[in-house]
Nanobody, 119 residues
């Protein structure tokens, strides 16, 4: 069994910063791609940023230059540093990982952490 635990969401004023964290635990052989997605009310879930096992990252156009994704393989963790936050960044943010373990290679999602940006 694999579990993802997210933390770091909250309420912040526009222009402020937040740092999201996500740590995986359980029967893990290796963690492949990791990423952050978000879903605003009434909208579909969208990718925010992804990072490969080798450290290559990709970002949605809407967050480029403001958000930074990183990972710590020794801690099975992925982070999202969010700067210059805008009200339109308000959403439920989900951590996603692709993990190889005793149950094969599967995708796992965190429980979601709320980010609210006040104008």
């Amino acid at each position: 069994q694999v579990h993802l635990v997210e933390s770091g969401g909250g309420l912040v004023q526009a222009g402020g910063s937040l740092r999201l964290s996500c740590a995986a635990s359980g029967s893990i052989f290796s963690i492949n791609a990791m990423g952050w997605y978000r879903q605003a009310p009434g909208k579909q879930r969208e990718v925010v940023a992804t990072i490969s096992s080798g450290g290559s990252s990709n970002y949605a156009d809407s967050v480029k230059g403001r958000f930074t994704i990183s990972r710590d393989n020794s801690k099975n963790a992925v982070y999202l540093q969010m700067n210059s936050l805008k009200p339109e960044d308000t959403a439920l943010y989900y951590c996603h990982t692709n993990i190889s373990g005793i149950y094969g290679t599967n995708n796992y999602w965190g429980q979601g952490t709320q980010v609210t940006v006040a104008s």
